[in-house]
């Protein structure tokens, strides 16, 4: 099979973030509405078996970098099982997991045994009372103490991402890169992104003079970190402090986008700012041979759109950002 998987814009993809839910046990007001119900059902979610195989199927297309996601991908029974499915498969070298930290304590050894290498966990907050205010649950001690869990099962990299929303946590940047720096966490700032109502209620802020601005205080360099995202990153000369920058809005970074989203239920989204999609899942239960599945793939990444109109056109996503894995 041909290694190299290239949009029509000659970008290499190989990175598959790969919801495995679209529910969580959260409701962050930049997020999932509050009162949602539109989940997909169960029997409309890939199976085990037909992510493993799709997987291998980017796998031999030269998807090497797989990131598990949801929704909270924690909630879907029997994860560790499918990452150390997935971490066998032969050409993905990096398998890592987005999640937000309240199932962690439970599972973060067994992921860790399974080959998973690399976690994200999002937290918006340290002060308890705000984090429920934007999270809409008291699960701050939760997170932390996943946050502990996963420190002893010894993850190669442990990242903390903080949405900043002006008026909201943007007070709180420099403390939380000091929790990073007294637990050796990286921190990465992320721009709010105006994806379905939720996404554009948040009020944006501009991460570039938080860049500056930081830059400054932990007298910081350019740096580079392992894996497939779009962040820019700052380090101290010694390297124990790293502090991302995720700015879609203020600075994009689509001339290097290098990935595409699995939905839970199949359809593959090729950009987070716009509808381009093409749907997998009646071709996997249809009885589609790999080969013809490798086809549809490589049509849909010739469909791969150059960028996002985030700026020009902020109501064009009505999706959630939970229902593709952010």
């Given at each position: ?52 195989r799709l997987v291998r199927i980017f796998a031999g297309l030269g998807v ?263």
């Open positions: 099979m041909n290694r190299n998987l290239m949009d029509s814009f000659g970008r290499r993809i190989d990175y598959l973030r790969l919801s495995v839910t679209d529910r969580c046990d959260l409701r962050c007001t930049y997020c999932i509405p509050r009162g949602f119900k539109g989940f997909a059902e169960p029997e409309n979610r890939l199976t085990f078996d037909e992510i493993e090497n970098k797989v990131r598990l996601t949801g929704g909270e991908p924690l909630l879907r029974r029997g994860l560790p099982q499918l990452a150390a499915r997935l971490s066998t498969i032969d050409g993905v070298t990096d398998l890592s997991l987005s999640t937000n930290g309240t199932q962690l304590a439970r599972h973060a050894a067994s992921l860790r045994n399974a080959g998973v290498a690399r976690i994200n966990v999002s937290l918006d907050s340290l002060n308890r009372s705000r984090f429920q205010r934007i999270a809409g649950r008291d699960a701050l001690p939760r997170i932390l103490e996943g946050l502990k869990e996963a420190k002893a099962a010894c993850f190669e990299l442990v990242k903390i991402n903080m949405v900043a929303m002006r008026g909201v946590n943007d007070d709180e940047i420099e403390h939380m890169a000091m929790f990073c720096v007294k637990h050796g966490f990286t921190l990465r700032l992320i721009e709010a992104m105006p994806v379905g109502d939720t996404g554009r209620s948040v009020k944006y802020l501009d991460l570039q003079p938080v860049r500056r601005g930081l830059q400054a205080r932990f007298d910081l360099i350019d740096g580079v970190m392992p894996g497939g995202g779009p962040a820019r990153y700052l380090q101290t000369a010694d390297g124990q402090f790293k502090v991302g920058f995720i700015t879609p809005i203020s600075q994009h970074f689509c001339a290097t986008c290098n990935r595409v989203r699995l939905a839970v239920d199949g359809t593959l989204h090729l950009c987070l700012g716009q509808e381009h999609q093409y749907p997998l899942q009646p071709l996997l239960r249809g009885g589609a041979t790999d080969a013809e599945l490798v086809q549809a793939i490589q049509t849909a990444i010739a469909a791969k759109p150059e960028r996002h109109d985030f700026r020009n056109h902020p109501q064009k996503i009505v999706r959630f950002m939970a229902s593709l894995g952010g």
